[in-house]
């Protein structure tokens, strides 16, 4: 028997909104709405294997049932951008499935839904409807069942006439009476006044619709209510009709047009690593599915035994072959050549014990285009095999050109260019388990086929850079950069495992006194980490109030827990609860995993070539993500420690660094004054925005305008703000609007770089670092809203990465040239971390703050703060 699947798409998208944290990707999208309905799809599909499916949308604010009644959901708030932004996306991830959708002017996606459950009963479908709208149990029926969502989204009640029957004391086509006497809140279907849920089923149960209980509304039993409904009469009719789906819409889509069949294509891959949805893409089983279409092109090669000058020219296209992403570990597998003479490719002990491949190698006059020089460099230096003279890094060229590009791989970048001879790794090593190293000269091919490529790319690289005025920020800034986090990176951060230790041992004896506490709070001892015993003490043994449920009860989730923190004393103390458990398992037992066991140090891996913005991020392990909301996370930082005996760790970082980039792009006259005389940005703002004197600013009021403040640089709107400050819609509104009033500056500058986006496709930072925007003139008002958000914050928040990239450069120059035994050891967002000698620190004093603070010069002055101590910590 054919099954069909209908689908309430914007309801179930709604539902996914607020079921889940706000989630955004690396581009800055937001993806909870869209990665909530794809769980959720995937799960009915996975379970009902149906033969046709639809989802059908609302098409606009206004349907046929507001010429009968104009307030009709005039209640409803603005849907939040954070929202309607991603409906697009789920739109491009039902057309990548093979899911048709539907919407159609002046109706509901309900009358959709109704319409063709009615045709699909006829023709002998059994139907099942999707949705988080008890509306839509008036279309149970004997083939027709409903899947109601509860609070979160894949856990659903499904609906039959018996089950129907057994909630609600009524049959399935009662609901609309149910409706219209007790109305909907929601849709702002007006009811009776005064007649609740369980008023209207006695009634229904006693005269059997609206029509014969206003037949016999002298035998309705209570003066009052008799009255309510004789005063209510027009109301409970109109709001019967309003509740009523229509089951004949003039749609002209077919239930044929709904043929389904399961697959997954490279459009939902695609789709799936844009949004960063991973475990999806392991749902798939995208590790079994790679494509691959590179060219059986032969190219010829050497098998180098012994090397000698006939292999090395300059430049050469260098190959240095590893594999794992935490090269600080890994072997290098093979090396490879192209240049003028040929192509060569050298095994690793060939390579490695060959004096004249060294010296080539280490020789700055010898140019060298490579893939990711950093790891080039990093694993040759775990070898003590020094390479110079690189000039071009194929990655960091394609980075620059389009940071949006899904994938900087090099088949990839080579593919754009088309170039097809080259595979990608995954493709030819193979994946996980399956990932085999093959020796010789097949090897030997990959290789070459990727120094080959390479050797082509270049030139084309390098053109697209000159042309988009990028060469500068190339080579006079990444590539330089590149070098000096080589350095930090094969450097590292020395670690005391004791104090590790030791914390991970006071961390489990508060943990110990967490529970007790908890436990007392509670009156009884449950398993803290069990969500289920959790909800039970929390909502069933202390009645507090429950938002949001799962499949296995009660929601306690941080985002739960944290609007309940008001409610009992316990709230805070399980949130402490958690992270502490947190810091314990993921920091202190994650960072001594870590440790080199040859070097006692961290090796982070900082990511040169991968954010939007410029901004460097860390892995293997993420330092920059250390918690430093509770004072056990900050004493993290005690157990970096400098490496030598007698030394000290410095730390220097600029001050509201974004703020005053903002201040100089913008050239907001308020917001420059404000830094020129050093005043509390936070406290202006306040005083500007709440229109007080400086003496007359609460708490209060800065935290307000602190969040705005930083806000605004990411392109706050009024939703995102309530959620922060949580504060009414409406409130938040005023508040950026007041704000945008007092800094007509930032305003402008708004209004101006979005239509610069809109002429030129793209936003650049002081730098020229650029980001791509190509919805910036997309008719979808979703995708064309983001892009203008992003328009506004790129250009801020990429500068800040600039300028902090360009003090780094300078920094490593001004060590070397002062001769100074100093290191610096780590980047953390606007923060730079050193260790140096005591008798340094005074010298440090001085020659930081004046690096840093002069990397570029701006309309208003950089400041940076430094302290420094025995430890990172003590160094804050």
């Excluded at 490879?336 to 020789?363: C, H, M, Q, V």
């Excluded at 008001?566 to 314990?584: P, T």
């Excluded at 925007?773 to 990429?798: C, K, V, Y």
Aim: some cysteine.
């Amino acid at each position: 028997m054919n099954k069909l699947i209908l689908i309430d798409g914007s309801g179930i998208a709604y539902r996914a909104f607020f079921a889940l944290p706000l989630l955004n990707n690396d581009k800055g999208v937001y993806t909870n709405a869209v990665y909530g309905f794809t769980t959720m799809l995937m799960k009915i599909i996975e379970e009902e294997k149906p033969s046709h499916v639809l989802v059908a949308f609302d098409a606009g604010k206004t349907t046929f049932r507001h010429k009968t009644y104009k307030e009709y959901k005039g209640t409803r708030q603005k849907t939040p951008p954070e929202l309607s932004e991603q409906f697009s996306f789920i739109h491009e991830l039902l057309d990548a499935m093979g899911i048709k959708r539907y919407e159609i002017e002046n109706y509901e996606a309900d009358d959709i839904i109704g319409t063709l459950a009615v045709q699909a009963e006829k023709e002998g479908f059994e139907t099942k409807v999707v949705t988080g709208d008890k509306d839509l149990l008036q279309l149970v029926d004997d083939h027709v069942t409903v899947s109601l969502t509860r609070k979160g989204i894949t856990d659903v009640d499904d609906y039959d006439k018996e089950k129907v029957y057994e909630r609600y004391e009524i049959t399935p086509d009662k609901i609309i009476d149910l409706k219209g006497l007790m109305g909907d809140s929601s849709d702002n279907i007006p009811g009776v006044q005064g007649v609740g849920e369980k008023t209207a089923i006695k009634l229904l149960k006693q005269f059997g619709s609206i029509e014969d209980i206003y037949q016999s509304l002298e035998d309705v039993s209570g003066k009052k209510l008799k009255e309510k409904l004789e005063n209510d009469r027009e109301k409970a009719f109109l709001s019967k009709e309003l509740a009523t789906i229509e089951k004949h819409a003039p749609i002209d889509v077919k239930l044929d047009d709904l043929q389904y069949e399961y697959k997954v294509t490279s459009e939902l891959i695609d789709l799936f690593k844009d949004l960063e949805f991973k475990t999806l893409l392991e749902r798939v089983g995208f590790d079994e599915v790679i494509s691959e279409d590179a060219e059986e092109e032969t190219l010829e090669f050497e098998m180098v035994t012994e090397v000698n000058e006939q292999h090395l020219a300059s430049p050469s296209a260098l190959v240095v072959e590893v594999l794992e992403d935490n090269y600080h570990y890994a072997d290098i597998v093979g090396l490879a050549l192209a240049n003028e003479k040929g192509r060569f490719y050298i095994p690793t002990e060939t390579a490695l014990n060959s004096s004249i491949f060294k010296e080539w190698l280490a020789d700055a006059n010898q140019k060298k285009i490579v893939f990711d020089g950093k790891k080039s460099i990093v694993s040759l230096k775990w070898r003590d095999i020094d390479i110079n003279g690189v000039t071009f890094d194929i990655q960091m060229a394609s980075y620059l050109i389009d940071p949006s590009e899904s994938s900087h791989d090099l088949s990839a970048i080579a593919k754009r260019k088309h170039i097809k001879f080259v595979y990608s790794d995954d493709a030819f090593y193979g994946k996980g388990a399956k990932r085999v190293i093959p020796e010789g000269e097949k090897l030997g091919d990959h290789l070459i086929r990727k120094a080959e490529a390479m050797l082509k790319c270049q030139p084309l690289l390098k053109e697209e850079l000159e042309n988009n005025e990028q060469y500068s920020l190339f080579a006079e800034l990444e590539m330089p950069l590149s070098l000096v986090l080589a350095e930090m990176e094969e450097k590292g951060v020395k670690i005391s495992k004791e104090t590790l230790e030791s914390m991970g041992e006071e961390l489990r004896e508060k943990l110990e006194q967490k529970q007790k506490d908890i436990y007392e709070l509670a009156g009884t001892s449950f398993n803290i980490n069990s969500p289920k015993q959790l909800g039970e003490v929390l909502f069933e043994k202390l009645n507090l109030p429950v938002i949001k449920k799962t499949k296995t009860g009660y929601s306690t989730s941080a985002d739960v827990l944290e609007k309940l923190e008001s409610e009992h004393d316990i709230i805070s103390e399980i949130l402490d609860y958690r992270q502490l458990g947190k810091l314990n398992s993921t920091y202190i037992e994650g960072l001594l995993k870590v440790i080199h066991p040859k070097t006692g140090k961290i090796h982070t891996r900082f990511n040169q070539a991968l954010t939007q913005t410029g901004r460097l991020s860390s892995t293997d392990p993420n330092l920059q993500n250390i918690p430093i909301r509770l004072e056990e996370g900050r004493k993290i930082r005690k157990a970096f420690i400098p490496s030598k005996q007698d030394w000290m760790m410095f730390s220097a970082d600029y001050s509201q660094i974004e703020l005053r980039v903002l201040a100089h792009i913008a050239n907001d006259e308020s917001l420059i004054e404000a830094f020129e005389h050093e005043m509390d940005i936070h406290t202006k703002t306040a005083m500007d925005v709440f229109g007080v004197d400086k003496e007359d600013v609460t708490s209060l009021m800065r935290r307000h305008a602190k969040a705005v403040n930083f806000g605004i640089v990411y392109g706050i709107s009024d939703y995102g703000l309530s959620q922060s400050l949580n504060i009414t819609r409406k409130e938040a509104g005023a508040f950026i609007d007041r704000y945008l009033e007092s800094y007509p500056g930032v305003k402008q500058y708004m209004e101006d770089i979005v239509q610069k986006a809109k002429q030129d496709g793209f936003v650049t930072t002081l730098l020229h670092r650029r980001r791509y925007l190509p919805d910036i003139t997309s008719r979808n008002f979703n995708r064309r809203s983001f892009a203008e958000r992003t328009a506004m914050n790129t250009p801020i928040q990429g500068s800040a990465a600039d300028i902090i990239k360009k003090a780094m450069i300078h920094m490593a120059k001004r060590l070397k040239d002062e001769r100074m035994q100093a290191n610096m050891l780590l980047q953390v967002h606007d923060e730079l971390i050193f260790e140096a000698p005591k008798d340094e620190i005074d010298k440090l004093k001085t020659i930081v703050p004046d690096v840093m603070e002069n990397a570029v010069k701006l309309k208003v002055p950089l400041k940076v703060d430094f302290s420094f101590g025995d430890t990172w910590y003590d160094a804050k």
